[in-house]
């Protein structure tokens, strides 16, 4: 059933409008098929000669059939013309014919159905159509049956009542379904710009994505190129640890000339931080090879002050802590005469013009 009622109601428009107005129309249709049918038995029942009844009953239901038809292949308006056709003819056929006394007074009244029908199957403009149809229709139809309404004032006032009913009507109708056909246009508009304002969006939103792929991979990029230079930063700065050693080493060389001896010549101006490898080397070396003397080589140092004397001075108490004995060499003339000036007490050390003279005093 479920089934059956999706293909009924399938239309082939696209048009929102168009699909409503449509499936109303096939509604109404299968409202009238129904009736119809339903009206068989009482043409059997009311009619001597029920024929006639039961052929414009037949007449109908292929129309609405028709219409239902025509509805479906998306002729929307078509459709709804044929059901008020076949709505309208049902109304006017009593009055040409005189089947009852009354009908050319009734029938008209009647004739606001086609116009209701026209509001909910066609489009608001038609329904004026339908209107002029509905008149035009009415009055040949009187016409055809030579009577004049207006002949008398019952006649008058009721001829002016369905005229002016079937205006109203028609007006009513047209205001409800262009209102109806307003706010569906809105609706339509607004659906339409939250459409373009959604695919704006998703073009945005790839975009953005697309934007925070590209920032994440130069920012990963980045990353790593930092990461290699902090590696890179990390290496340069150990070999240049590892030379600054060895520079420290080379500037405050100590030498092993015999299993127990070592020699620390000394080549330029002492310095604080020099005095300070220069008590380090001495102190690990001694400490490795267990050294008991260390010759202490000044011959290449420019100017002896305070400062670098106090500096040897610590070296030679330091390693006589270690039970090593030290040696100072190579004071030169100058030098000498600095010292004696500046008042430095040398006397506990040691002291050997040469380093030639003091490795021949060690072998005595």
């Known amino acids: 059933m479920r089934a059956f009622t999706t293909w009924l109601f399938q239309i082939q428009t696209t048009d929102e409008d168009d699909l409503r107005r449509g499936r109303t129309n096939i509604i109404v249709s299968l409202v009238m098929i129904i009736l119809a049918i339903l009206a068989i038995p009482i043409s059997f029942l009311a009619e001597n000669n029920p024929t006639s009844g039961i052929t414009i009953i037949s007449v109908g239901i292929i129309a609405y059939t028709v219409s239902i038809a025509v509805t479906k292949a998306g002729r929307v308006n078509i459709g709804g013309l044929i059901l008020i056709s076949f709505v309208t003819l049902p109304i006017l056929t009593p009055i040409v014919a005189q089947t009852s006394p009354t009908s050319p007074f009734t029938s008209p009244f009647y004739l606001i159905l086609s116009t209701l029908v026209a509001g909910l199957t066609l489009r608001p403009i038609l329904t004026w159509a339908v209107l002029i149809i509905n008149l035009v229709g009415l009055f040949v139809a009187w016409n055809i049956a030579g009577i ?80 290699q230079r902090a590696a890179e930063q990390a290496r340069l700065l150990a070999e240049n640890e590892q030379q600054r050693q060895a520079i420290r ?46 010759f202490i ?68």
Not at 283 to 292: C, F, G, K, P, V
């Open 148 to 227: 004049n309404l207006f002949a008398d004032a019952l006649g008058t006032s009721l001829g002016a009542a369905a005229i002016f009913l079937q205006i109203g009507t028609a007006l009513f109708t047209f205001v409800g379904g262009q209102i109806t056909a307003t706010a569906l246009h809105e609706a339509r508009q607004r659906r339409e710009e939250a459409r373009q304002i959604a695919g704006q969006l998703a073009t945005l939103n790839a975009t953005l994505e697309a934007q925070v792929a590209q920032r994440t991979a130069a920012l990963q990029q980045a990353l790593h190129e930092l990461e």
């Open 249 to 294: 080493e080379l500037s405050v060389p100590v030498l092993p000339i015999r299993e127990t001896t070592l020699v620390m010549p000394l080549v330029g101006a002492l310095d604080t931080a020099r005095l300070a490898d220069m008590q380090q080397q001495a102190l690990e070396q001694i400490a490795r090879t267990n050294a008991r003397d260390l």
């Open 297 to 364: 080589d000044v011959t290449g140092v420019p100017v002896i002050d305070t400062q670098v004397a106090k500096g040897l001075i610590q070296v030679v108490e330091a390693a006589r802590l270690m039970g090593t004995r030290v040696t100072l060499v190579g004071i030169r003339p100058e030098v000498a005469q600095t010292l004696v000036t500046l008042g430095i007490d040398l006397r506990s050390i040691r002291t050997f013009s040469t380093l030639q003279a003091a490795l021949g005093e060690g072998r005595k």
